[in-house]
């Protein structure tokens, strides 16, 4: 039985934290870890994932020690995830002094934005556009969109400064975006139901919905719940802050039909999507190319499995394929796996659908009907791509496997 080095627990602990601000599951954490604790040559030692936080067991000279962190700070940008994944294989290549380790992951939580502030407030007016480009297809609100889309960034922006605002920004955000769509519509010149779910996609929770279904087929019963509990409460505050806008903003007022665009448009939205998320979550530096191959991949793959079957197994085909075009990305010397796999849940909109279903229950009585539609299309599609991303990860680790033991075989 191997002594853990000293600080090690310490690492290990704060590398929980960092993974679940990354948007790992509870069931791929341990194993994360586990493989940083073999590289000290540390065998016998034990995780729990829970909501709140990471414990780490592990048994020494002295007994057994267990230690636990709080895993409590904002989800991390795409440029810390990739910087927190190549510490991680740089230490399984070569272990660091745990003490070096420690410094080194909150340094990396602790980073500024790579781009400053401003430009991650034009990043999500940009794909805000691209979200519009993809679902709306309307060519009179884009414009509409990106003004929208600018105006949920700067109030971002302004919740990093202000606590009161950031307890309430899906709320305010929400009912800021719906007032002014509902009471500006004629001068919108665009459809205000099509100018609200764009501007608000960052707030909803899809890949949350995903991970706590898959968390929950895995029998990370305790993670799972949460992250379902915590995703519907923030659905309900988008919606109850779309009623609110709806009820200031007054009647609806007449709009023109929309001009639809051509069927380019879903195809442009990716790539506008892509350049979106790379300046709104500060991807790293030659990641767009990967980022958007990646996205066009997973969108085409959706489209074509849509185009033939429904949009639900459209969905699984999306989830199985996200995991093996991500590791793939990752082989071929693009940016962690990661960077490229929580962009692509946005396509399978999980969130999106889920808001429209919840948004038809505020009170509109022709809307009802569609609104328990929309809530029943949305819990399967967050069911499928959860089942597509646990077979897909199912797959993956099977051919690794198997990849690994025909290596030591033929060695």
Known sequence: MSVPPENLLEFLRQCGVALCLAGESANRIPDELVA??????????????????????????GGVVVDFANADGPPLRLDQIDQL???????KAAPIPPAEGIVKVRDILDAPPRHGNLVPVL???????????????????????ALLGLLV???RLVAERVQVLS??????????????????SPELGADPASLLIPPLATFLPGAALTLGAQE?????????????????????????GIYAGMQLAGPVQDVP?????????????????????YL??????????????????AYGAQFLVGSWTGGVFAAFVGGLLIVPLANAVQRLGGPPAQVVFLPSFWLLVPGALSLVGVSGLTGLVELSATGRSNLITAFLTVVAVSLGVLVGSSLLSNVTASSRLYTSRSA
Do not use: C
């Open 36 to 61: 940083l604790a073999d590289a000290y040559g540390v065998d016998d030692v034990e995780f729990l994932v829970v909501p709140t936080g990471v414990f780490v067991r592990s048994r020494g000279g």
């Open 85 to 91: 994944y190549k510490l991680f294989e740089q230490v």
């Open 123 to 145: 990043g999500h007016g940009v794909l805000t556009v691209g979200i519009g480009l993809l679902f709306v297809r309307d060519g009179r609100a884009l414009v509409s969109l």
């Open 153 to 155: 960034g700067v109030l």
């Open 167 to 184: 307890l309430a920004l899906p709320v305010a955000a929400a009912m800021l975006v719906t007032f002014l769509a509902y009471r500006y």
């Open 216 to 240: 929950m087929v895995t029998r990370s019963i305790i993670s799972g719940a949460s992250r379902l509990v915590s995703s519907v409460y923030v659905l309900l505050l988008l919606t109850f």
């Open 257 to 277: 039909v929309p001009e639809q665009l051509g069927q380019w448009a879903p195809w442009v939205g990716v790539l506008v999507f892509g350049v979106g998320i």
């Open 280 to 297: 709104n979550s500060a991807a790293p530096s030659r990641s767009l190319p990967w980022l958007i191959v990646t996205l066009f991949l």
